[in-house]
């Protein structure tokens, strides 16, 4: 597999519920990322991480929870989440963090709705 | 604050050109990216301008002037396949990128 993937595509869970969001990168990038993308908004960044340590959290509820084993992975940790966290939740890497040129590939998104 | 503007939404005939406009206004300015989304999928990188100019790529052209914190996104010869959301997003002093909401383009035959 090449780029980025993440699984599930698309995740219902309830606000009790505990769930995880998967993504994996085959580009040998450095950094990954999490972003949350909703209808008609721009896109928030939620973490960064470079070289497998967090180099931002931007102010993010501790209902989510990233982990990131190794360069080519990152989970986001989900529990007791509310309704307004449904939104379509994209991983991104790049070569590096910062730097002019940072080229962003994402991948699909993991549809999330919150019961 | 920081702040990006570009159209909602914006409808155009197959075979015509369309021109999505950004306006931004950054603390300091890294460059600046246009991606296309499809519904559904991946955001895609379209292109990067970093000095004033046209920048062109097949069909896609990209356009800045950093002195009126503006860029558009020029697309010719429209194609079904076009129809998609186009995000801007401005790389600011701190290389963090700043994002648009995104322009729904909609190709009508």
């Known amino acids: 597999e090449t780029g980025v993937t993440q699984t599930p595509r698309h995740l219902v869970m309830g606000m009790t519920n505990k769930k995880s969001l998967k993504c994996e990168q085959h580009l040998g990038h450095n950094a990954m990322y999490w972003y949350k993308q909703s209808a008609k908004k721009p896109l928030e960044l939620m973490f960064v991480y470079s070289l497998e340590e967090r180099v931002e959290n931007n102010s993010v509820p501790s209902r989510f929870s990233p982990e990131c084993p190794n360069s080519s992975h990152l989970f986001l940790h989900l529990h007791t989440l509310q309704p307004e966290d449904s939104a379509l939740y994209l991983c991104a890497s790049s070569q590096e963090t910062g730097g002019g040129a940072n080229v962003l590939t994402f991948g699909a998104g993991s549809r999330l709705t919150v019961l | 604050g920081q702040n990006i503007d570009q159209p909602t939404e914006m409808t155009a005939t197959e075979g015509a050109i369309v021109q999505i406009n950004c306006t931004y206004q950054t603390s300091g300015f890294n460059g600046l990216f246009w991606y296309q989304q499809h519904a559904g999928e991946a955001p895609t990188f379209l292109s990067y301008?970093?000095l004033d100019g046209l920048e062109e790529k097949g069909r896609f052209s990209s356009f800045l002037s950093r002195s009126k914190g503006y860029s558009y996104l020029l697309l010719k010869e429209l194609q079904m396949k076009d129809s998609a959301s186009y995000l801007c997003?401005?790389?600011?002093?701190?290389?963090?990128?700043?994002w648009g909401a995104g322009t729904k383009l909609i190709i009508k035959p």
């Open positions: 301008n970093v």
């Open positions: 997003a401005v790389m600011d002093s701190n290389y963090q990128l700043i």
